[in-house]
């Protein structure tokens, strides 16, 4: 679980971090589902909490930004500041 919610945040600041997120999402749900161990349901259900808040805050600012897939330096510099700054439901 580490080592994912460690993925998670090397890609939160990624335009396309909303669709790297679905699938560790959907292990992690599986996850809470079968665990008996109350206190990892409760870390990954904050963690599934978490990367679902910071998806919904990158896809709206991704839907506000007029550059393509293509231009790797935009890419690159998208939400560059926000991430120097620790901005997000991810922090820094």
Known sequence: VDAIAF???T???HPAFP????????????????????RFKKWTRGLVEAASRHSDWVRGKRDRVDFSPRDASEVAAFLSSEKEKGEGPFGA
């Not at 669709?19 to 109350?38: A, D, G, R, Y």
């Open 7 to 9: 993925h998670l945040h």
């Open 11 to 13: 890609w939160a600041y």
């Open 19 to 38: 669709e790297l997120t679905h699938v560790p999402c959907h292990h992690l749900k599986m996850f809470i589902k079968t665990t008996p161990v109350e």
